[in-house]
T-cell receptor, first 115, second 115 residues
């Protein structure tokens, strides 16, 4: 199993550009999520999904869109990048996070810089 | 609302010393789950342990041990006889409520083990 994969590993954008961060998992996990990691702030949840066709907002959803058309994929879209979105982005998946029953498996991260 | 506080931003120890990383959590729910994750310099996030609120038994895994105390809302992590390879950022995290779907992370503790 490849686990959780993310592409790209690094990305530089100009303010106002759009892009999609890709995330895929091959463990048939129901739960997938996106976090951003900023210095001194730990990981903050952006969006999450409990299954195909179901998404919901996390702690910091503004400026990001998600969709979940398949169990395997959970892309994160930045419609108009801003310097405040410079961060490291992690995708994670879990068999079932509800109630804390499942540990989360994290992807390797995408380091995004917005100029 | 749920919150995790890791008051120790950075800790530096010399190899073979014992070190304890503190984690204090807040939640109004009686059912909750606590986690510890490790993020080595390579950047990936590695799951270490999950505990539920009904099990206050301390756990030991090799040089790692965890002390869960509901009376003080703490879930501390001790590394015995630290090694250079233990150098990493350690995150404590919490999910609360039987149907909760959001994992809240602390801001992390940077542990440096010097040779």
């Amino acid at each position: 199993n490849a686990g959780v994969t993310q592409t790209p590993k690094f990305q530089v954008l100009k303010t106002g550009q759009s892009m999609t961060l890709q995330c895929a998992q091959d463990m048939n996990h129901e739960y997938m999520s996106w976090y951003r990691q900023d210095p001194g702030m730990g990981l903050r949840l952006i969006h999450y999904s409990v299954g195909a066709g179901i998404t919901d907002q996390g702690e910091v959803p503004n400026g990001y869109n998600v969709s979940r058309s398949t169990t395997e994929d959970f892309p994160l879209r930045l419609l108009s990048a801003a310097p405040s979105q410079t961060s490291v982005y992690f995708c994670a998946s879990s068999r079932n996070l509800a109630g804390g029953r499942g540990e989360q498996f994290f992807g390797p991260g995408t380091r995004l810089t917005v100029l | 609302a749920q919150k995790v506080t890791q008051a120790q931003t950075e800790i530096s120890v010399v190899e073979k010393e014992d070190v304890t990383l503190d984690c204090v959590y807040e939640t109004r729910d009686t059912t909750y789950y606590l986690f510890w994750y490790k993020q080595p310099p390579s950047g990936e996030l590695v799951f270490l342990i999950r505990r539920n609120s009904f099990d206050e038994q301390n756990e030991i895994s090799g040089r790692y041990s965890w002390n869960f105390q509901k009376s003080t809302s703490s879930f501390n992590f001790t590394i015995t006889a630290s090694q250079v390879v233990d150098s990493a950022v350690y995150f404590c995290a919490l999910i609360s409520g039987g149907s909760a779907r959001q994992l809240t992370f602390g801001s992390g503790t940077q542990l440096t083990v010097l040779p």
